[in-house]
């Protein structure tokens, strides 16, 4: 990819934060975070707050500030939401769990050696090592349940980090056993301000000011968004314009078809964001969730939303709680 002055690589990995000083917004989680690694000292973290917000970021560099140049060979990330999401794919791919890896048993059983043999082993110059589970509400409730004595047990050796963007779907097993650390959404003059200091140090002067309010407005507090935002407006050279996207035209369509009582179509629309669109049940619901907000947004349907939540938090059928979801949507948008 081209940039102004040559190849360079894309601008929310140039601009990624590489130590605390660098995120913006979070004062007091950051300053609780570089505390524990001035002190080298850390409990269990429960990492909340919505995506782009600087969550993994700061795990970067609370690694970084604790291990040095051995921040990687003491960290452990695991993305949770892919894991649960491709199953034995996931691990069959990862070349860190080759070894550990058995055809013959569940994924759960699986994931469960896997973390259990990670947690125990001998951090590199430190007293502690970290394992970071990235989209830890995608986890279900049986592997939370083991996760709770695995903590105890490797307590010496191993650090556990949820990073979630729905602290409720963590159990309180899990919860009570780590220092929560709350990342808030961003307001959009702090994003506004941040994309200007790209524009500058990119020495790019080809977007307004009111052009990087709408920007920023529409990323809506994610800061990865809003830099992907400005790099494409900024390449293409096209004015910044936001139209609604096929998913979310296919989330309206879904609520207008269940209003309207015409459930062979609702299901129709709602199958193929799951199966053509490759939505997966938590981003359906997301899509849903935002159609509802622009609309009336009665309570029925936003507890309609919430108990199908709670559904794939416990790791239910994605087509099935989807059904069950647009039973429920066809009395609530009436």
Known sequence: MRSFGGWSVLWIEKYRPATFCGIIGQDRA????????????????????????????????????????????????IATGDLFAEGRAYLEADERFA???????????????????YAAIRPLDAEFKLMVFSEADAMPAEMQQALRRTMERYSRTCRFIFVTARQSA??????????????????????????????????????????????AAAARGDVRRAVMLLEIVVRTGAPPLFEETGSERGARAVL?????????????VAESLLIDDGL???????????????????????????????????????????????????EACR
Do not use: W
Not at 100 to 114: A, C, F, G, M, P
Not at 175 to 185: D, E, I, T
Not at 289 to 302: F, Q, W
């Open 30 to 77: 950051v300053a609780l975070l570089q505390s524990a690694a001035e002190r080298q000292s850390l409990p269990h973290l429960l990492l909340t707050g919505p995506a782009g917000s600087g969550r993994m970021c700061a795990v970067r560099c609370l690694a970084a500030g604790l291990y040095g140049e051995h921040a990687d060979e003491n960290t452990t990330v």
């Open 170 to 215: 963590i159990l309180p097993a899990i919860a009570s056993r780590c220092l929560p650390v709350v990342f808030r959404p961003l307001s959009t003059e702090a994003v506004t301000a941040l994309l200007s200091g790209i524009l500058a140090a990119e020495g790019a002067c080809t977007v307004s000011e009111d052009d990087l309010g709408m920007i």
């Open 256 to 268: 207008d078809a269940a209003g309207a009582g015409d459930m062979t179509e609702a299901q129709r």
């Open 280 to 330: 997966s049940g938590r981003e359906l619901l997301l899509e849903l969730r935002k159609a509802a907000r622009r609309g009336a947004n009665d309570p029925a349907l936003a507890i309609a939303l919430a108990e199908t939540d709670v559904g794939l938090a416990g790791g239910a059928s994605e087509f099935v709680q989807v059904g069950a979801l647009l039973a429920r949507l066809s």
């Open 99 to 117: 070894h550990l890896y058995h055809k013959d048993e569940s994924v759960l059983s699986n994931v469960k050696r896997i973390v259990r043999t």
